[in-house]
T-cell receptor, first 112, second 116 residues
Framework: GQQLNQSPQSMFIQEGEDVSMNCTSSSIFNTWLWYKQDPGEGPVLLIALYKAGELTSNGRLTAQFGITRKDSFLNISASIPSDVGIYFCAGRFQGGSEKLVFGKGTKLTVNP | GAVVSQHPSRVICKSGTSVKIECRSL??????MFWYRQFPKKSLMLMATSNEGSKATYEQGVEKDKFLINHASLTLSTLTVTSAHPEDSSFYICSAREIQGLYTQYFGPGTRLTVL
């Protein structure tokens, strides 16, 4: 089936450091979404990307829709303890249905 | 904006009983809602796509007679787990897509189901 490869699987960083994670696919996407999920909660939308090359920021978060339309990255600058959680990328394949395909998540731990 | 609620947030039931979970879009209309199941430390697994006014579309391997979905209005979809068994214990999450949205899905807070 269609899959996204999300990396890294987990990250352990110090407060104040920058973080980068990415997702790749073998197929072309027309939508990339980044979500954060806290334990016992539903995913919260962080950034939505709709065009190749699009670079969008949301506070300390920045995400880009890759030019090839097969990848996306999420950067977090100056991490803080509340950034802890699991980050998921999700996307919709070009010509596909309304369904989203999800990455397996990146678990972020921030040490104070 | 784009708030989705779920009720209940937690439910414990006895094996053999049925449980209904509600998903509501609070400040937007959603012709399409989605139901996911999430196992511990795993990603979201799509169970079915719920379309207002029509039958839900189930993913392969999901029993439609066990997981009944009803999307009666543009703001409400319900998932009923019928004759629940312990293996149905899981975290169930719904999402909703705006009518005008660009396929962006907004998620509810999830429902933790425990079947004894």
């Amino acid at each position: 089936g269609q899959q996204l490869n999300q990396s890294p699987q987990s990250m352990f960083i110090q407060e104040g450091e920058d973080v980068s994670m990415n997702c790749t696919s073998s197929s072309i996407f027309n939508t990339w979404l980044w979500y954060k999920q806290d334990p016992g909660e539903g995913p919260v939308l962080l950034i939505a990307l709709y065009k190749a090359g699009e670079l969008t920021s949301n506070g300390r978060l920045t995400a880009q829709f890759g030019i090839t339309r097969k990848d996306s990255f999420l950067n977090i600058s100056a991490s803080i303890p509340s950034d802890v959680g699991i980050y998921f990328c999700a996307g919709r394949f070009q010509g596909g249905s309304e369904k989203l395909v999800f990455g397996k998540g990146t678990k972020l731990t921030v040490n104070p | 904006g784009a708030v989705v609620s779920q009720h209940p947030s937690r439910v414990i039931c006895k094996s053999g009983t049925s449980v209904k979970i509600e998903c509501r879009s609070l400040d937007f209309q959603a012709t399409t809602m989605f139901w996911y199941r999430q196992f511990p430390k795993k990603s979201l697994m799509l169970m079915a796509t719920s379309n207002e006014g029509s039958k839900a579309t189930y993913e392969q391997g999901v029993e439609k007679d066990k997981f009944l979905i009803n999307h009666a209005s543009l703001t409400l979809s319900t998932l009923t787990v019928t004759s629940a068994h312990p293996e149905d214990s899981s975290f169930y999450i719904c999402s909703a897509r705006e009518i005008q949205g660009l396929y962006t899905q907004y998620f509810g807070p999830g429902t933790r189901l425990t079947v004894l």
